[in-house]
Nanobody, 127 residues
Framework: QVQLVESGGGLVQAGGSLRLSCAAS????????MGWFRQAPGKEREFVAG????????TYADSVKGRFTISRDTRKNTVYLQMNSLKPEDTAAYYC????????????????????WGQGTQVTVSS
């Protein structure tokens, strides 16, 4: 069982930056792949970024590539999403997710692939 708690959301102007944190209740660097998703009002939850449990492999949605960075601090059992050059269309509730993975360099793109979820943190980007 893994509990995830996100933080770091807020209101920011377009072009600004935020760093989201996802604190896990247990070590996730061994056999837990991590992901960030977001959901805007009236829209389906969409993949944002993913990382393998080794940390050696990451992937991003095309809409955030080059602007967002996923990383993990294994000492703190925390995964981060650094978001730069924010746009109004990035406005959404952001969710952290985790799943066990046998393969050290695998990441997962679908929300159905993840078993554990945080409660979400709201990001609002004003124009």
């Amino acid at each position: 069982q893994v509990q995830l708690v996100e933080s770091g959301g807020g209101l920011v102007q377009a072009g600004g930056s935020l760093r989201l944190s996802c604190a896990a209740s247990r070590r996730t660097d061994s056999h837990y792949a991590m992901g960030w998703f977001r959901q805007a009002p009236g829209k389906e939850r969409e993949f944002v970024a993913g990382a393998s449990w080794s940390g050696g492999t990451t992937t991003y949605a095309d809409s955030v590539k080059g602007r967002f960075t996923i990383s993990r601090d294994t000492r703190k059992n925390t995964v981060y999403l650094q978001m730069n050059s924010l746009k109004p269309e990035d406005t959404a509730a952001y969710y952290c997710a985790a799943r066990s993975s046998y393969y050290s360099d695998s990441y997962y793109l679908s929300s159905y692939d993840y078993k554990y979820w945080g409660q979400g943190t709201q990001v609002t980007v004003s124009s």
